[in-house]
């Protein structure tokens, strides 16, 4: 079965440009979660989604952050306009329930570099 | 609210065992688990353990949960220099609750 796929993996943009991370959940999982990992701060919950409809967004760090989840199948983080700081590794993860013996998938992350 | 607690790095020689805490708030949690991240990777789930339990053993991996202390620890038997990674501990909740890793260097 495949896994939780991202893309990019890698991301180089300069400060101020817009940048647009997908995500392609598991089949079947009706949860999507975004994180953002750094070694200041860790592992962050930024957002997550049931059946396409955003949950709980107050992770996510500033109004230049947008999260959308058109399908089942698809969703979007975006960044606009881009800054130095947000120079992170991104994970999706999928999970057919929010709790229980059911955890979460995760992607193998975008690594984003802002210059 | 809920929060797990883990310390951010241990360092064991090849051979040694690994133990790693982790100490949880949510004593409603039914779910604890463990995963694992390794460079360049996402988290990949590495086993979990049912709040009714107080140990679960799967080959090298041993969990121990204490419920009154709110206490995980997952010990590695016989350390490999391939089980150098991050662990995140983690507690169910809505979503998961996640530590912030502890990066577990092996020296050869």
């Known amino acids: 079965d495949a896994g939780v796929i991202q893309s990019p993996r890698h991301e180089v943009t300069e400060m101020g440009q817009e940048v647009t991370l997908r995500c392609k959940p598991i089949s079947g999982h009706d949860y999507l979660f975004w994180y953002r990992q750094t070694m200041m701060r860790g592992l962050e919950l930024l957002i997550y989604f049931n059946n396409n409809v955003p949950i709980d967004d107050s992770g996510m760090p500033e109004d230049r952050f947008s999260a959308k989840m058109p399908n089942a199948s698809f969703s979007t983080l975006k960044i606009q306009p881009s800054e130095p700081r947000d120079s992170a590794v991104y994970f999706c993860?999928?999970?057919?329930?929010?709790?229980?013996?059911?955890?979460?998938?995760f992607g193998d992350g975008t690594r984003l570099s802002i210059l | 609210g809920e929060d797990v607690e883990q310390s951010l790095f241990l360092s064991v020689r090849e051979g040694d065992s690994s133990v790693i805490n982790c100490t949880y708030t949510d004593s409603s949690s039914t779910y604890l688990y463990w995963y694992k991240q390794e460079p360049g990777a996402g988290l990949q789930l590495l086993t979990y353990i049912f709040s009714n339990m107080d140990m679960k053993q799967d080959q090298r991996l041993t969990v121990l949960l204490n419920k009154k202390d709110k206490h995980l620890s997952l010990r590695i038997a016989d350390t490999q220099t391939g089980d150098s990674a991050i662990y995140f501990c983690a507690e169910n909740g809505s979503p998961l609750v996640f530590g912030k890793g502890t990066r577990l260097s092996v020296i050869a």
């Open positions: 993860a999928s999970s057919p329930k929010g709790v229980g013996n059911q955890p979460q998938h």
